[in-house]
C-alpha cells in the first residue's frame, strides 16, 4: 500500500489494510473510490467518464487517474456534492 503527499512524494505503506487506514480518515475529506484507492477531496482536480458507471479522477501530482470501482461511482458523486 502506497500514499502520496502533498508534493507529490510516495510512500510505501505497511501494517494495516486500506480498510482500516480508511476507518480512521475523515469520511468528510477522505473517499476510496475502489478497492486499492482512497482521495482527498482537496486533490481532486477534476473527473470524467471513463467506461460503464465508472469515472476516471484526476488529482493533484499524479500522472494518471484513479478509477472509480462501478459500485462506488454514484457515492464518490455524492460525496463531492456535499
Same mark, same amino acid.
Given at each position: 500500500?502506497?500514499?502520496?503527499?502533498?508534493?507529490?512524494?510516495?510512500?510505501?505503506?505497511?501494517?494495516?489494510?486500506?480498510?482500516? !487506514?480508511?476507518?480512521?480518515?475523515? *469520511?468528510?475529506?477522505?473517499? %476510496?473510490?475502489?478497492? $486499492? /484507492?482512497?482521495?482527498?477531496?482537496?486533490?481532486?482536480?477534476?473527473?470524467?467518464?471513463?467506461?460503464?458507471?465508472?469515472?476516471?479522477?484526476? !488529482?493533484?501530482?499524479?500522472?494518471? *487517474?484513479?478509477?472509480?470501482? %462501478?459500485?462506488?461511482? $454514484? /457515492?464518490?458523486?455524492?460525496?463531492?456534492?456535499?
Amino acid at each position: 500500500m502506497s500514499a502520496y503527499d502533498n508534493h507529490g512524494k510516495h510512500y510505501l505503506l505497511t501494517g494495516n489494510s486500506l480498510t482500516e !487506514l480508511e476507518a480512521q480518515l475523515d *469520511p468528510a475529506l477522505f473517499f %476510496r473510490v475502489n478497492r $486499492s /484507492g482512497v482521495v482527498n477531496i482537496n486533490y481532486v482536480l477534476s473527473f470524467e467518464s471513463y467506461a460503464k458507471k465508472t469515472l476516471a479522477v484526476n !488529482l493533484q501530482h499524479m500522472s494518471e *487517474p484513479l478509477i472509480t470501482s %462501478r459500485t462506488r461511482t $454514484s /457515492g464518490f458523486r455524492k460525496w463531492l456534492a456535499t
